[in-house]
């Protein structure tokens, strides 16, 4: 819901009723993740995508039904013989995509999530899209990480039960912690064990981080790339001669700093995490052993990757090794960085850069898909979920 954010609080702001299509659960080629949303305005207005242009007539159709009944929807599109071309996807998918009314009377607290989502604050929100007792089908609950104090303030709403209550706010936040939305099963009355409701957890997270060491030109090329993917991209380097915002303008921010001090600090301040991408493209002994040091030692980081030619590669392997940094450690290590996609220019490097980073994520091995059989995506299992999210 993100990417329409700004509409709907518009017209959620005027009162206005709006009906909105979010897709909760996907299965093999859909052409959108879990949380990509659809308005239809006050006026007919559409605003957003499920698919890419396969059903968004179908859920135009819906929402405006929805909105005109006030009851929800949870509706699957796929491929069959008789829908393909009408209300499927042609590309072999499979959505499930529910709709609701939005307005203030059915989502009172939309002000506050929006407020949290564009402050960076992680918030989710999670809500009922199947119950036994149709009545729950559309409750939510907004889940903020735990607070210090009052248990009460880190969640707002209820789904009418303590116990599912409890149930989901603890799930929520493990979701949350992630970065990653999904589906969540439970008994009818939030009981772990058993079926019967399902809720959608919509995990808006701050944007994960990129963080790039080495002011030169390939890093301007890492930093565009990296926030046009969502990241919110730091450049650092030691001398401030180089490392200037006009010569990064494509990054959130540029440190003057040892990289490896800029690491540690931003690791006790809790500022990186499971979802940060670490390039390093000084290729100078003095500044990046030091940092490698400090990155290859982390418990948790998505990808750390390091600029160099074989022969720098295996100099600073050596390096590390004299530092006392482990085989398994240095394995965690993308060196020379990038795949191989014949790279000259430093945006193109950058792409090569991007592209490691994407197949890590999500499991691809880098190949021509036009070379290879079977699915386009790949199924990984660190994201996994009660229904293969």
């Given at each position: 819901?993100?990417?329409?954010m ?8 005027a ?31 559409a605003v ?32 069959s013989d008789?829908d393909a ?25 939309l ?29 939510r ?14 969640i ?15 799930d ?7 970065g ?11 009981e ?13 997270a ?17 930093a565009?790339v ?9 450049v ?10 006009t ?8 440190v ?19 979802r ?5 493209l ?9 940092l490698l ?10 990808y750390?990757?390091a600029?160099g030619?074989?022969r720098t ?5 050596e ?31 950058a792409?090569s ?37």
């Amino acid at each position: 819901m993100r990417e329409v954010m700004d509409e709907l609080m518009q017209w959620w702001s005027a009162g206005e009723t709006v009906g909105v299509g979010t897709v909760v659960g996907t299965w093999r080629s859909a052409p959108r993740q879990a949380g990509a949303s659809m308005l239809v305005g006050p006026g007919g207005e559409a605003v957003g995508s499920v698919s890419g242009g396969c059903v968004e007539g179908a859920v135009y159709e819906l929402a405006q039904e929805v909105v005109a009944s006030g009851d929800p929807v949870l509706q699957r599109y796929g491929v069959s013989d008789d829908d393909a071309y009408a209300v499927g996807l042609t590309c072999g998918g499979i959505l499930d995509v529910f709709v609701e009314k939005v307005s203030r009377e059915t989502f009172p607290e939309l002000g506050e999530v929006a407020a949290d989502v564009a402050a960076g604050r992680p918030v989710a929100v999670v809500t009922v899209i199947e119950h036994p007792e149709p009545s729950w089908v559309g409750r939510r609950v907004v889940v903020h990480p735990e607070a210090e104090g009052d248990e009460d303030e880190s969640i707002l709403g209820s789904l009418g039960s303590g116990r599912a209550d409890d149930a989901v706010r603890d799930d929520a936040r493990g979701l949350l912690a992630q970065g990653r939305s999904a589906i969540l099963t439970y008994g009818p009355d939030g009981e772990r064990r058993g079926e019967g409701m399902r809720v959608f957890v919509a995990a808006h997270a701050p944007k994960p981080r990129m963080l790039v060491f080495g002011a030169i030109d390939f890093a301007a090329a890492v930093a565009r790339v990296g926030s046009f993917l969502g990241y919110h991209v730091t450049v650092c380097d030691a001398r401030p001669v180089f490392a200037t915002k006009t010569r990064f303008p494509g990054a959130d921010e540029v440190v003057v700093r040892w990289p490896h001090d800029y690491l540690q600090h931003e690791v006790d301040e809790g500022r990186v995490d499971g979802r940060t991408v670490i390039a390093v493209l000084t290729h100078d002994p003095k500044f990046d052993v030091p940092l490698l040091e400090v990155a290859l030692r982390l418990p948790d980081v998505a990808y750390i990757g390091a600029m160099g030619s074989r022969r720098t590669h295996e100099d600073r392997l050596e390096r590390l090794r004299e530092a006392g940094l482990t085989d398994d450690e240095l394995a965690r290590m993308s060196s020379p960085i990038g795949l191989d996609l014949g790279a000259r220019t430093p945006e193109e490097t950058a792409v090569s850069i991007a592209a490691e980073i994407i197949a890590l994520r999500w499991g691809g091995a880098g190949d021509r898909l036009a070379a290879t059989d079977g699915p386009i995506h790949h199924h990984h299992p660190a994201h996994d979920n009660p229904l293969g999210l």
